[in-house]
């Protein structure tokens, strides 16, 4: 267990809808980053959030939007969802700012199914 | 834009040989962390470079950052089937406007054949 919690851990739904997905991260981290994982590929960054700022940004579409809250947890908000964006999406957090590194420990992952 | 690629791609090897996977980053890193992940889980730390030409060892896994901090490897002794699942790099890069990002690799997918 990692310490990492994120909600759902399933979600079905349609074209064209939104979802948002959260993300808890551990106690006392205050980075948080968003990774999509589609079938068999690699982690594609998509936004990292530090003590409720955003720090950095990856291939991150228009239609997707983040943002961490005061307690330090985060959502991943996708609307206007299309087939291709069924994926395994992961958060992770880390106590560091990211700019001095850091273990990185991920959450167990919302799948996301696009119908 | 910053990638990190890695290869091979996918590969299968006998319990008891030896395998690597190699990263290659196209900018320079600051970091390279590596992480695995079993099929059906998520990434886990295993280890953090920093210095150029750095080199650790966990028991069987000797990893390596290069003297340009733009490529590094895993190589695993006498692989086990518990060494199934994928190897991930993350590169810690600077981006344009000054902050840090961590970009993974590609992933190698590993298979150990009993």
């Known amino acids: 267990d990692s310490g990492v919690t994120q909600t759902p851990k399933h979600l079905i739904t349609a074209t064209g809808q939104r979802v948002t997905l959260r993300c808890s991260p551990r106690?006392?981290?205050?980075?948080v980053y968003w990774y999509q994982q589609s079938l068999d590929q690699g982690l594609q960054f998509l936004i990292h959030?530090?003590?409720?700022?955003?720090?950095a940004k990856g291939n991150i579409l228009e239609r997707f939007s983040a943002q961490q809250f005061p307690d330090l947890h985060s959502e991943l908000n996708l609307s206007s969802l299309e087939l291709g964006d069924s994926a395994l999406y992961f958060c992770a957090s880390s106590v560091t700012a990211s700019g001095s590194g850091g273990e990185l420990f991920f959450g167990e992952g919302s799948r996301l199914t696009v119908l | 834009g910053q990638q990190v690629m890695q290869i091979p791609q996918y590969q299968h090897v006998q319990e008891g040989e030896d395998f690597t996977t190699y990263c290659n980053s196209s900018t320079t890193l600051s970091n390279i962390q590596w992480y695995k992940q079993r099929p059906g889980g998520h990434p886990v730390f295993l280890i953090q470079l920093v210095k150029s030409g750095e080199v650790k060892k966990q028991k069987r896994l000797t990893f390596q950052f290069g003297e340009a901090k733009k490529n590094s490897s895993l190589h695993i002794t006498a692989t086990q089937t518990t060494d199934v699942g994928t190897y991930f790099c993350a590169g810690l890069a600077i981006t344009t406007s000054g902050t840090y990002k961590y970009i993974f690799g590609t992933g190698t997918r590993l298979k150990v054949l009993a």
């Open positions: 959030y530090y003590n409720g700022e955003e720090r």
């Open positions: 106690s006392g981290d205050l980075s």
